[in-house]
């Protein structure tokens, strides 16, 4: 351990700190914190508009990486919106096959308004990541439509844990 300006009863360690044992993967040396911007998007285009609600977040430590965001007043604008509702600009990308599990409420909607998503389903191509939203119904699960957005006064609040 090495002397450092943290407070009373904290421990500072120089280097990380191993637990478990002794090997590189036992070494708990990466903790990261920051903000992103997330960005809706429609699977068929279109252009989006929205109020970012309080800051949208992430905390990384090791390969877990937990981000939250509340996207609100969302709107759509001129044509080509189509498909399922998408949201990008994760600060890092989930590998093929990596565990993930989150939710997300959706305040008001023309599509099942008032119920909790979640969200269940990631592409990853290259350095981006999109997440699906998807809904718990009483019928299985269903991909969240752009249609289902009601201009202006739809609201995405959510939190999402996944590997990289």
Do not use: C, M
């Not at 877990?64 to 189509?82: C, D, E, K, Q, R």
């Not at 990541?129 to 609201?155: C, E, H, K, M, Y």
């Amino acid at each position: 351990t090495t002397a450092g300006s943290a407070g009373a009863g904290d421990i500072v360690v120089a280097g990380g700190v191993y637990l478990g044992g002794t090997g590189a993967a036992n070494k708990l040396d990466d903790y990261e914190e920051g903000t992103w911007t997330p960005v809706i998007a429609g699977a068929g285009g279109g252009a989006y508009t929205y109020t970012a609600g309080a800051t949208a977040r992430y905390t990384k430590v090791g390969n877990l990486v937990t981000v939250s965001a509340s996207i609100l007043n969302i709107t759509t604008s001129g044509t080509g919106h189509a498909g399922y509702v998408q949201i990008r600009g994760l600060p890092f990308t989930k590998p093929s096959g990596t565990f993930a599990t989150g939710a997300v409420e959706l305040a008001t909607a023309t599509f099942s308004s008032g119920r909790t998503y979640a969200v269940v389903s990631f592409i990853s191509t290259g350095t981006n990541t999109t997440l699906f939203i998807r809904q718990l119904g009483d019928s299985g699960p269903a991909d969240f439509p752009v249609s289902g957005i009601n201009s202006g006064n739809t609201d995405f609040n959510f939190s999402i844990t996944y590997q990289v």
